[in-house]
């Protein structure tokens, strides 16, 4: 397992990278939202009411950041989290 913090401004969120047996599960979390990979279910956030992005296809937080997003919550829709900006600029608003 490991953890990073991560800084966009002056905000700061946690990243966590879980080994798993087949792939790694990729998280990044504000004090608003959260970032995830494609291994967990977008369909569950929706439904707990959660503000939430899904990146899929990511190995790191490094890469959770970098790549687009391609699912969000209506949740973090309302915080001006889009389909395929940047994660670093989804997590920016969901802090």
């Given at each position: 397992m490991r953890f990073k913090e991560i800084k966009i401004?002056?905000?700061k969120g946690?990243?966590?990278e879980i080994s798993l047996p087949k792939a790694?599960?990729?998280?990044?979390?504000?004090?608003?939202?959260f970032l995830m990979c494609g291994y967990l279910n977008v369909t569950s956030a929706v439904r707990l009411g959660d503000?939430?992005?899904v990146v899929k296809g990511?190995?790191?937080?490094?890469?959770?950041?970098e790549k687009s997003v391609v699912a969000v919550?209506?949740?973090a829709s309302r915080r001006g989290v889009r389909v395929g900006m940047p994660g670093h600029k989804a997590l920016s608003r969901l802090f």
């Open positions: 401004g002056r905000k946690i990243g966590i790694p599960l990729v998280l990044a979390v504000g004090k608003k939202g503000s939430a992005a990511v190995r790191s937080i490094e890469e959770l950041l919550t209506p949740q």
